[in-house]
């Protein structure tokens, strides 16, 4: 597999890799609000079953060994644990001769300093669309549109219909209509979400602590 993200230069000692393409815009439009777009690069390394494939290329670049001090991974959890998730990750670490954090969401204080956040929040499974569901959740001002999408889903179901990925179908349904883009990533882009929003401020921490 080719991984457009490893044609970019090496060049922050700060790297945050995650899972697809959507989470690599997200999470770079988080990075940008937060004002540490000039410290820390953004990679998307593939999907959950790619990342030692690709942290093996990665950490063996020479700029890798000389210039990345601190290096973040970011995944879902799916349907499965945050630990179980964190094991995975921990595999593929060692697998390239790094230690892995004891913990979610802290980090080693060996060079490279790696660090690891399983979404949605590092304590139940999902993903990157669970956590803005949360987010829309926590807003007031949303309530009347997320009662529109849980009834949208509501008559899914008693229309027979199986939902796949409720968290994504919910989130989907919501951009769709009030901006125009079902995907969190262009969403970000165009500072749809509340990055001040406390269920932000985890992930926000975990950013800053890279």
């Known amino acids: 597999m080719e991984w457009p993200s490893l044609k970019r230069p090496i060049k ?13 815009i997200f999470f770079w439009s988080w990075v940008k609000a937060i004002g540490l777009d ?10 959950i079953n790619d990342l030692p494939a690709f942290l093996r290329l990665f950490t063996g670049y020479k700029e890798f060994k000389e210039n990345v001090k601190s290096l973040g991974i970011i995944r879902d ?4 644990s945050p630990q179980s998730a964190l094991q995975a990750v921990c595999a593929a670490l060692k697998s390239v001769g790094l230690r892995c ?15 690891v956040f399983i979404l ?11 956590l803005c569901w949360s987010v829309l959740e926590h807003d007031p001002k949303s309530k009347p549109q997320l009662d529109c999408v849980k ?13 796949r990925n409720e968290a994504k179908a919910k989130v989907w349904a919501y951009l769709a209509g009030t901006f125009h883009d079902p995907q969190v990533g262009r969403a970000a882009q165009c500072n749809v979400w509340d990055w001040t929003s ?13």
């Open 120 to 130: 949605p929040d590092c304590q139940q499974a999902g993903m990157l669309e669970t």
């Open 151 to 163: 009834a949208y889903t509501e008559c899914l179901r008693g229309a027979g219909t199986t939902i």
């Open 77 to 80: 959890s799916e349907t499965g």
């Open 38 to 47: 000039d410290q820390i690069e953004v990679r998307d390394f593939g999907s």
């Open 198 to 210: 406390p269920v932000f401020q985890p992930l926000t921490q975990f950013l800053r602590a890279l």
């Open 101 to 115: 954090p004891e913990r979610l969401a802290d980090f080693t204080t060996e060079i490279p300093r790696t660090g």
């Open 12 to 24: 922050a000692s700060k790297q945050l890799i995650v899972e697809g393409r959507t989470p690599e």
